[in-house]
């Protein structure tokens, strides 16, 4: 680490933790419906479904992942779902999951925060063909145009369960999941809602594979894939007050940003600044969940910061969600935090596992989540 980065670093103020109970959990990946299936197939190495692709567009020549039996209807009913593109059906589906795992009801100040890129590449995509492919005057559908609002998911999830707290929709690509954690930590501690459901949400769509695939940016064998994850998240004192179990507790979540040539490092003290604002020592994290897996050169860069970090090698537990659900774009981070709950809960895991979570971005975005065992409610 450069010394002018390592001070940066260690100069930053270390306000005190505001830990994040996360209480419950609801995923739609390739590997199936709930935590439990993915985090069996990320620890035994198995690969999502590469199912039926949904639309008749031709794919790029290269592996995907797309989530089986959805069951929309059966989970949040049939009313109004026919005009819902795919993203805002796996937003949904991962929140129904998330919310039925609730032991009680969440209320009213049980706010939104979903992390994004653009929102649904595809709708967007579809909706301009239209407005070539129309005579004049460009009668296109009105139906199409909700779904290429960047907000519709988060909106159609509050507006289906009646939370009326914080709506948020964050358009962070790969860092989207550490900063839909950051302004759920601010939004918490300013009293905007009591719980809040977080989230990242990425549909599978042939415009946005070709757009990988022609960018180069993904290694030739790297599948494509969608997904959706929700953590139901509220401070920790009010978990412990109400009884209510944790799976987890988020500890800390930075960003920052570094030029393209020394990305390494400031990953690197971006990780050491989480550490340090959690109280936890490099020597403690017995997990890394990495976000770079099939990326081209990103993912060495990636590595070579967390051992800069952790003092010169990985932990023992490395979970790669990636190679299980393919690559998921803005739900690529909080996928990975439902990766490592995964996981802990299939090894039985209810104490003494610390994680460190990364997200890098080509154009020089860093950031991680800080997440632990020790110590959650309940």
Known sequence: MSTAIAEAAADRPT?????????????????????????RAVA????????????DETPPPRPVRTVP???TEELIG?????????TTRLGLVACRLALDAQPDPVGERTGVVLGTSTGSIRSSSEYSME???QERPYLVNPSLFPNTVMNCAAGQIAIRHGLRGVNATLAGGHLAGVQALRYARNALR?????????????EFSPQGAWGWHLSGALDPQAPVGEGAAVLVVEPQDAALAAGRTALARV???????????????????????ALKRSGKDPAEVTTV???????????????????????????????RVKETVGECFSADGVLQIAAVLGVWQHEGRTHGGTAVVTSVSGDGLVGCAVLDTAGSPG
């Open 131 to 133: 407005t070539l492919r």
């Open 44 to 55: 035994e190495g198995l690969t999502g479904h590469p199912e039926a692709l949904p639309g």
């Open 69 to 71: 039996d959805l069951r």
């Open 78 to 86: 049939r009313k109004g779902v026919r005009h819902l593109d795919r």
């Open 289 to 319: 969940s990495l976000g770079c897996t099939g990326r081209t050169g990103l993912d060495r860069v990636e590595e070579s910061a967390l051992g800069l970090a952790l003092g010169g090698a990985l932990p023992g537990q490395v979970v």
């Open 190 to 202: 300013q009293g905007h809602a009591d719980r809040l459901l977080v989230g990242g949400v990425e």
């Open 251 to 273: 500890l800390a979540c930075e960003t920052g940003f570094a030029p393209r040539e020394r990305l390494a490092e400031g990953l690197a003290s971006v990780i050491a600044a």
């Open 15 to 39: 306000l005190a933790v505001l830990p994040l109970a996360v209480t419950a959990v609801g995923v739609a990946t390739p590997a199936g419906l709930g935590l439990e299936a993915l985090g």
